[in-house]
């Protein structure tokens, strides 16, 4: 089977901070997971460029929105790159293969008689780039999101009969209880759908940063329609003269943040059916990360300008480090807060600590007292029946996206084997010959359990994780087991994986 997933696209007026590099990181997670695995995998990210917003920043900075969407765009592919994301493909809403395929997409919405002309009046909120209904405004007609006033508007526009797939989408929350997850998610996607849908619009008139709409040119597409279908059209020109659709088209996950959950749990799988194309497996949905903003925990964003800069965290501890510290600080799926002391101190107590110094004392004692094999050896059946069906069980918590509960797993072992260090401090064993066969069989454990908890961290740590498998002479990502033997051969010394 097919595994793809998606990053939600990025707008390009505010510079990337930690909320999006979060996003991203759990993506790469379930892609390197999933590759691991023997999947053919397609992993999706990119930047979503058209809309006012981006009018209105470049007018602010005295350039053309062109000009404007190059640059940042830029800063998103940087960090991607920084983040050693594994991405295959990153998509620009302002590629040309983008743009006709959404017009040749939404003709046949339209063709099909989903879509009809009207007028719109409402809230608006420019930032969200979304009409507000009754419930959604704050006080003094502002956005509850981004605290500015919201402006009454007024204007001709194309509609999407969403009220008409009221129906259609309960049968799918009905039949697919895992369609949204978690189920905190689900259930809030199932109370906007019990609030009754109504049509929303398709086309703006008095916009021309957008993809014009073929059968009224005057109008662009609403930038919310343009940016959900990117995962569609990517699959059409990401790769030269090939059409991967068919390969990886429904998305295995769509990972959002809880802001966009109303687009992609209602709006994409009403338009994907209109469109006659299947939806999604599953839209998983995540909380926020939380930091101080006048002495409240909020939302970390731009407009708050509470945020932290993953840049700066990369340059000093590199990328693994930062990718450990999100999931590990904070529920994946729940809201949470972040902050540079948070990060140092997991940095020292979990990653130089227990993870890093845990792969030093092992290869160390392999040297001294193993001639730095690992023993041709049976193995320690009690620490083996500690491992056992872990893997299965990292697997099915990935399945489900639960990163920090499979993290958590993970993590558990590599406890374990520090604990078993001390239990069978294999530094007395070594003063005592008699014992040499003991001793082998320790440290051939010790090493088998270190490469299992590593191939498993390598998602998590791709970088540091192969940095340890090559030392250890074990390089392959499948062999997802304990074994009853230790492999039989050489190690070799490495630097500290993560230096205090
Ligand atoms: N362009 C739209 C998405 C279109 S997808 C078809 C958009 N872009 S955004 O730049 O505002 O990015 C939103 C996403 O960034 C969130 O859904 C979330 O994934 C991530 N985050 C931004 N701030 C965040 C936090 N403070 N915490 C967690 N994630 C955050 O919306």
Known sequence: MSFYVTTPIYYVNAAPHLGHAYTSIACDVLARHARAAGEDTFFLTGTDEHGEPVVLAAERDGISPRELVDTNSERFRALSDLLEL???????????????????????????????????????????????SESEIGPENTCPIHHIPLRWESEENWFFRLSTFQEPLERLFDERPDFVLPRHAYNEARSFLAQGLQDVSLSRAKLSWGVPVPWEPDHVFYVWFDALLNYVTALGYAREGEDLTARFWPATFHVIGKDILKFHTIYWPALLMAAELAVPRHVFVHGFLLSPHDGELEKMSKSRGNV?????????????????????????????????????????????????????????????????????????????????????????????????????????????????VEERAPWQLAKQPERAAELERVLASLAEGLRLVTVLLHPFLPGKSVELLDALGRPELGAREFAGEGWGGPVSAIAPLFPK
């Open 86 to 132: 594994s991405n295959d493909f990153f998509i620009r809403t302002t590629d040309a293969g983008h743009i006709t395929r959404v017009q040749a997409i939404l003709q046949r919405v339209h063709d099909s008689g989903h879509v009809y002309r009207g007028t719109y009046e409402g809230w608006y909120c420019p930032r969200c780039a979304d009409f507000k």
């Open 308 to 420: 932290l800069d993953p840049f700066a965290i990369i340059e000093e501890f590199g990328p693994d480090a930062l990718r450990h510290y999100l999931f590990r600080e904070v529920t994946f799926g729940a809201d949470g807060p972040v902050s540079l002391e948070g990060f140092r101190s997991r940095y020292d107590t979990e990653l130089a600590n227990e993870y890093g110094n845990l792969a030093s004392r092992t290869l160390n004692m392999l040297e001294r007292y193993c001639e730095g094999r690992v023993a041709a050896v049976a193995l320690d059946s009690e620490l083996a029946g500690d491992f056992a069906g872990l893997g299965a069980r990292v697997d099915e918590l990935l399945a489900r996206a639960e990163l920090s509960a499979a993290l958590e797993e993970i993590w558990q072992r590599v406890r374990r084997l520090n604990r078993y």
